[in-house]
């Protein structure tokens, strides 16, 4: 598949302001070195220096800076442009690479697969947070001694909501390891996101009705200060985490589209572009960009256009 009449255009319009950049580029430079010399032959002052001699020196001097002032402003005109151009050639060749490159259109399903596991988060902090809650629940029936009937009651519930965390808790792998297994073998290679920070806890649940009170008191004590510190500490981390992914894949999609964008460029440069007048390329530009403003505009404030 071959890029769009439209996408070479533009990068036809991005080498002629290439070759304008270099072109003013060098005019300032040299424009600058004339003001330098001008500025060098400045007469003395007082009785040494006539008044004419000033007079001829000072018309020199403006027009030296006025000639340097005016290539900076078309060089700014140049930067404009440049800005304008590469907005509107960016979304064209993510969309032609999206189409073409099985590698870039990954970058699709990485990033699908980044949001289930941050979907995943605030569920499996909700699990824990009931977890934390019924091992509490049966701290307190057990150290207050409840009786056998509510501390029965209690531990059955936190089996239950350790079955629950545990669903969240392997999800969450699967996501996870689906996020490695997608990037895999593609530009997003190497991309690993952190395990859940609790392993699954049915099987400390049922140690616990192993032990005795003192001992399953001082063991539940123990593990709801780790789940309370996790809530608090490592839930905002595995966020972080996954963030920090999200812009890893967008800054390897945006790398690897500036590639193939810098080949483009070369090949405009090469192939696309003929001599023309400097000011002939600006204007032409410009007139697109206002019209292109206008039609924004109208679109925006229909009602503005009819005035």
């Not at 699908?112 to 909700?126: F, M």
């Not at 059955?156 to 699967?174: H, M, P």
């Amino acid at each position: 598949m071959s890029l769009s009449s439209e996408t070479i255009a533009l990068l036809r319009d991005e080498a002629y302001l290439a070759l304008c950049r270099h072109a003013l580029d060098h005019a300032i430079s040299e424009a600058a070195e004339k003001t330098q010399q001008v500025r060098q032959t400045r007469p003395p002052f007082g009785f040494l220096g006539t008044k004419k001699t000033r007079e001829i020196f000072e018309k020199s001097l403006q027009d030296a800076v006025d000639g340097e002032t005016a290539l900076q402003h078309r060089l700014d005109k140049v930067a404009m442009l440049e800005t304008w151009v590469r907005s509107e050639i960016r979304p064209q060749l993510h969309g032609y690479l999206y189409r073409v490159s099985a590698e870039y259109r990954s970058g699709g399903d990485v990033r699908s697969a980044l949001t289930q596991v941050s979907n995943q988060i605030s569920p499996y902090a909700e699990s824990l947070q009931a977890y934390a809650r019924e091992i509490r629940s049966l701290t307190l029936a057990t150290v207050n001694r409840e009786g056998r009937e509510s501390i029965n009651r209690a531990y059955a519930e936190l089996k239950q909501s350790a079955a629950a965390l545990d669903c969240q808790t392997l999800q969450y792998e699967l996501n996870a390891q689906r996020v490695v297994r997608v990037a895999e073998k593609t530009i997003y290679d190497g991309l690993r996101i952190p395990a859940p920070p609790i392993p699954t806890q049915a099987i400390t649940v049922d140690r616990l009705a192993k032990l005795d009170e003192a001992e399953a008191v001082t063991q539940m004590q123990q593990i709801e200060g780790t789940i309370r510190a996790t809530i608090a500490e490592r839930i905002p981390q595995l966020q972080t985490a996954i963030d920090a992914a999200h812009e890893y894949v967008t800054q390897r999609e945006s790398a690897y589209l500036d590639n193939y964008w810098q080949q483009l460029r070369v090949h405009a440069q090469a192939h696309y572009v003929a001599e023309r007048d400097l000011d002939e390329v600006i204007n032409e530009l410009s007139g697109r960009y206002i019209e292109q403003h206008r039609q924004l505009e109208a679109q925006q404030s229909p009602y503005l256009h009819e005035r």
